[in-house]
């Protein structure tokens, strides 16, 4: 399979209308997982600069390098995101549909081939010769991240489980056209259905992970939550 071929025959577009807090975004990402029954590309705003955390990492070893701006712990892996300037995306994929079991490191890939054949500015995935380790996202390009030269532009966090696959991903320092999502989503599916709300269950659902999850000291401290 190449970046020319779609991975999925059908995908929801949901182009969420307003910016939203960090736990709001995160808890709209796992209800979407929860509740659709199609891969879903979800693009998505912050009402203010946010930092985000994977979700094994130890905030209290991050703390002293943080900005001081909001923090929320993902449900996915990776390292510390900034968003300010970026352009978050999630591909959600219901554990229903098959391509959810694909093998992590070829999801990661195929996602990644995509989005940088989609940006069609000389944007390649990154291979053993670029990667560093530390603790920040952009600073430390994984394999397959997409990168332009020597710069990394896009990364993501994946998580897999009885749900299905979540891939929350992040493009900086590049500027992106306003029809790049809808492009996009053509490229990946055969079928797009552009969704610019939720069903009133999901919005119940994710009001309650980010009360009884995502908002709560616990969850970012210790990754202990308030779900049944």
């Known amino acids: 399979m190449d970046s020319a071929t779609p991975l999925f025959d059908q995908l929801i577009l949901h182009l969420d209308p ?5 736990a ?4 709209v990402d796992q209800a ?24 094994a990492q130890n905030l209290a070893k991050l703390a002293d390098a943080l900005p001081s701006w909001p923090v929320v712990r993902r449900w996915t892996g990776g390292g510390v995101v900034l968003h300010e300037n970026d352009f978050t995306y999630s591909v959600i994929v219901p ?24 940006l069609a500015d000389g944007s390649r995935l990154a291979g053993p010769e670029d990667l560093i380790e530390a603790p920040f996202c952009f600073m430390a390009p994984a394999l397959h991240d997409v990168v332009r030269g020597k710069v990394k532009i896009a990364g993501a966090g994946q998580r897999r489980g009885k749900l299905g696959l979540l891939h929350q991903g992040s493009v900086q320092q590049v500027l992106l056209q306003d ?3 809808t492009r996009w989503a053509s490229q990946l599916a055969k079928n797009v259905l ?8 999901m919005i119940e659902r994710a009001d309650e992970l980010t009360a009884k999850r995502y ?9 202990e939550d308030q779900l049944g």
Not at 18 to 22: F, K, N
Not at 24 to 27: D, E, L, P, Q, V
């Open 215 to 223: 908002r709560l000291s616990s969850w970012l401290n210790e990754r």
């Open 18 to 22: 307003a910016p939203h807090d960090g």
């Open 194 to 201: 552009v969704k610019p709300g939720m069903t009133a269950a």
């Open 179 to 181: 029809d790049f999502w």
């Open 32 to 55: 979407w997982l929860e509740q659709s029954e199609v891969p879903v590309l979800r693009v998505y705003r912050w009402n203010e600069p946010t930092v985000t955390i994977g979700y």
């Open 24 to 27: 709001w975004n995160m808890a």
């Open 95 to 118: 554990a229903s549909h098959a391509w959810s079991q694909t093998n992590p490191l070829d999801s990661y890939r195929l996602i990644h081939e995509s989005l940088a054949a989609a």
